[in-house]
């Protein structure tokens, strides 16, 4: 069994509007004040940001306290 965690490989993932291929952009996020560069999947032909559920809230206290560590 592949217990491997779900990472940021998004090969197959496509838009829900236009049925492209999503491609990962860069995105400036603020949360608590503070501004954080992730990599989010998206589609670059109609803009939409993909943000899955794993990087919507639990991930970004992640990587608070990664940043408060250093
Ligand atoms: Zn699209």
Not at 2 to 15: A, F, N, Q, V
Not at 20 to 38: C, I, K
Request: aromatic fraction near 8%.
């Amino acid at each position: 069994m592949d217990r491997k965690l779900p990472d940021m490989d998004i090969s197959g993932w496509i838009c829900h509007k236009c049925q492209s291929p999503l491609t990962v952009f860069q995105v400036n996020v603020t949360y608590m004040g503070a501004s954080f560069e992730v990599e989010l999947p998206g589609c670059a032909k109609c803009g939409v940001t993909m943000i899955p559920e794993i990087l919507a809230f639990g991930k970004m206290l992640d990587v608070e306290k990664l940043l408060e560590d250093k």
